[in-house]
């Protein structure tokens, strides 16, 4: 008897799966296959189905660390169905024992006197169409389900060798969806659980954290959407590493994210990183740390990659708009630009100009005088001098914290509302007005304003001369505001949402 070894799996649900999309198009198919297939939903868990007139049980032995689950075949005969086999079918889907009448079930007899009088079971019928594929050594397969009528998609990872199936996922580009059998996902379907998702951004200065859901036709709606300032960056600037206190603070604001996230039944977080992990030379610390305590692993994104997706983010909500722009995200340590013309990338890269350094450096988080602002703004401007030779474009979008906060200060907005600020435009003098407010108040002053962020306090007379400065090196008098960031353009690219305005 050929001995039965237990797989690892890992499976998803949805209906776009961006960078996994894109990995299965560049892919041959090993064989494709269609069935219909009847299965038994219930409190279980076990996964109950009937394909080709056999009755199929497999069974969860075990949930790894890591999310993965190993699950074993138990059963796997045709009908009719001894007493002994109908008794281990009602065990698995996890519901009170029946009192069995028969000696053996046929089909039909088992669906008329055993599944359905049992409270908690539903016999669903599930059309599938199964693409598969090889994947690091990995079966895997994106299969097309009708279930009750409802459409999904699933992509599924599985081997006996657990890290293979994780570095397959990751590959995928994966990372960071929650693993979901085929009951879970199955149940959600006919249920019409929305797929919701979130982005979690980790700045050197803040935790971004978008919350939503998809849509049908791809529209992006927003549950939740804030920035926690926990300055991961606090003093990065002095000894090139991230100090505990710090991590301790940014740690436990993901793992409220990834709460809010995980109550709201979320398909995936995805959770990346910026600056700060890219500079600091114990960035693997801090990673350890976050996932320590927040269960989430971050992604490091290039710099390339950061201002790419900053750029998407303002595609995908503002529209190309003009033949030539320019989008700027300037955040606690770095500064991203993406130029382009309309929906074409023609140039990006990244600075290391952030608000915390010149904060640090030049005292900013009190009042100053006109010399010591004049000090930080020759100093902002030189390490901008990439953009002195640059042809000025016909826009110039900002976003981050210290644009979307100007914005809201300039509107006396006392509470925070994305809507008005998407699209909203800031001129030069309006900034100006706003650095010279700023110079002459200390931080517990500035936590008045309306408009501002009270924790953004410290560090937006640092971040308005950053954007102040990006102005004059691209000829601007004025700036479209985005509310959209680096966060957003993960949801396009990952999940296949359409923001709107």
Request: glycine share 10%.
């Amino acid at each position: 008897m050929t001995e039965i070894i237990p797989r690892w799996e890992w499976r998803t649900f949805g209906s776009h799966f961006g960078l996994a999309d894109a990995a299965f198009a560049a892919m041959t198919p090993e064989a494709t296959t269609d069935s219909e297939e009847l299965y038994f939903l219930a409190p279980g868990g076990a996964n109950v189905k009937i394909r080709d007139g056999l009755l199929d049980i497999k069974e969860l032995q075990e949930v790894g660390t890591d999310g993965l689950e190993r699950w074993l075949p138990i059963m796997k005969t045709g009908f009719p169905l001894s007493r002994a086999d109908v008794a281990k079918v009602v065990s698995s889907l996890g519901v009170p024992p029946v009192t069995l009448e028969r000696d053996s079930y046929t089909l039909d007899q088992f669906l008329d006197e055993v599944t359905t009088p049992l409270l908690g079971v539903r016999a669903v019928k599930v059309g599938k169409h199964r693409v598969r594929y090889l994947v690091g050594g990995c079966m895997s397969e994106v299969t097309d389900v009708v279930v009750d009528g409802r459409s999904t998609r699933t992509i599924a990872v599985e081997s006996e060798d657990r890290p293979a199936v994780l570095r397959a996922v990751h590959g995928l580009g994966l990372r960071g969806y929650v693993n979901t059998n085929y009951p879970q996902g199955l149940a959600a379907a006919i249920d019409g659980t929305p797929a919701r998702y979130a982005v979690i951004d980790v700045g050197t200065n803040s935790v971004k954290f978008n919350l939503g859901e998809r849509a049908k036709d791809g529209v992006w709606r927003t549950l939740s959407d804030r920035a926690d300032v926990t300055r991961l960056g606090e003093d990065l600037d002095k000894g090139g590493t991230l100090i505990p206190v710090a991590i301790e603070r940014t740690a436990a604001a993901i793992s409220g994210m990834v709460d809010e996230a995980r109550a709201a039944g979320v398909l995936a977080i995805v959770t990346v990183g910026t600056a700060g992990l890219r500079i600091a030379s114990n960035s693997e610390e801090a990673i350890a740390a976050i996932k320590d305590v927040a269960g989430v692993s971050v992604e490091v994104l290039s710099s390339e990659d950061e201002s790419r997706l900053a750029y998407l983010a303002v595609q995908a909500s503002l529209g190309p708009g003009h033949a030539s722009l320019a989008v700027f995200d300037t955040g606690g340590g770095s500064s991203q630009f993406t130029f382009g013309e309309g929906s074409t990338v023609t140039d990006r890269f990244s600075v290391n100009v952030g608000a915390v350094r010149y904060t640090e450096e030049f005292g900013l988080e009190k009042s100053v005088s006109d010399t010591r602002l004049r000090a930080a703004s020759a100093a902002i401007a030189e390490d901008l001098s990439i953009l002195d030779d640059r042809p000025d474009p016909k826009a110039l979008v900002g976003m981050g914290g210290a644009v979307t906060n100007l914005a809201a200060v300039s509107y006396s907005m006392a509470e925070y509302d994305p809507d008005a600020i998407q699209g909203a435009v800031l001129r030069r003098e309006e900034i100006d007005q706003q650095i010279e407010m700023y110079r002459t108040m200390d931080t517990s002053t500035r936590r008045n304003i309306v408009g501002l962020q009270a924790n953004r306090a410290e560090v937006i007379l640092a971040g308005a001369l950053i954007v102040r400065t990006i102005m004059d090196k691209l000829d601007q008098r004025s700036m479209t505001v985005s509310d959209r960031g680096l966060r957003h353009g993960l949801t396009v690219e990952r999940f296949g949402a359409l923001l709107t305005d």
